[in-house]
Nanobody, 121 residues
Framework: VQLQASGGGLVQAGGSLRLSCATS????????MGWFRQAPGKERELVGV????????YYADSVKGRFTISRDNAKNTVFLQMNSLKPEDTAVYYC???????????????WGQGTQVTVSS
C-alpha cells in the first residue's frame, strides 16, 4: 500500500492544522492507521492510531485532548486534526499503516513521505 501525507505548514501557536493521508494499492480497511512525528534531533514518536473501522483510537499523552484521528474508508484516507498547537509540536509528521494489533512503531511497515508542521511561538 502507498501512502501520501499532506496538509502540513506554518501556523502560530494556538492554531490548527488538518493533515490528510491518502492511500492506494491496498484494501484500506484492512489496515490500522497511525500518525507519527519526528522533530530534529529526536526519535520518531507515535502520535496516535486508529483501528481499521475506527472503533478504537490511541493518543500519546502529549497530544491527548488536542489531536483527533479519523478515517474515511470510502475515500481510503486518514486524517489528523491538530488543535491548540504548541511550538513543541513542530516536526515532520508521517502516516503509516499496519495490519497488526500491536500498535508499536515497529509494527507499522508502510510509511508515507512525511509533511512538515511548524508551529511558531
Amino acid at each position: 500500500v502507498q501512502l501520501q501525507a499532506s496538509g502540513g505548514g506554518l501556523v502560530q501557536a494556538g492554531g490548527s492544522l488538518r493533515l490528510s493521508c491518502a492511500t492506494s494499492g491496498g484494501t484500506f480497511s484492512q489496515y490500522h492507521m497511525g500518525w507519527f512525528r519526528q522533530a530534529p534531533g529526536k526519535e520518531r514518536e507515535l502520535v496516535g492510531v486508529i483501528s481499521r473501522f475506527a472503533g478504537s483510537t490511541y493518543y500519546a499523552d502529549s497530544v491527548k485532548g488536542r489531536f483527533t484521528i479519523s478515517r474515511d474508508n470510502a475515500k481510503n484516507t486518514v486524517f489528523l486534526q491538530m488543535n491548540s498547537l504548541k511550538p513543541e509540536d513542530t516536526a515532520v509528521y508521517y502516516c503509516a499503516a499496519s495490519r497488526s494489533y500491536d500498535w508499536t512503531t515497529s509494527a507499522f511497515n508502510y510509511w508515507g513521505q512525511g509533511t512538515q508542521v511548524t508551529v511558531s511561538s
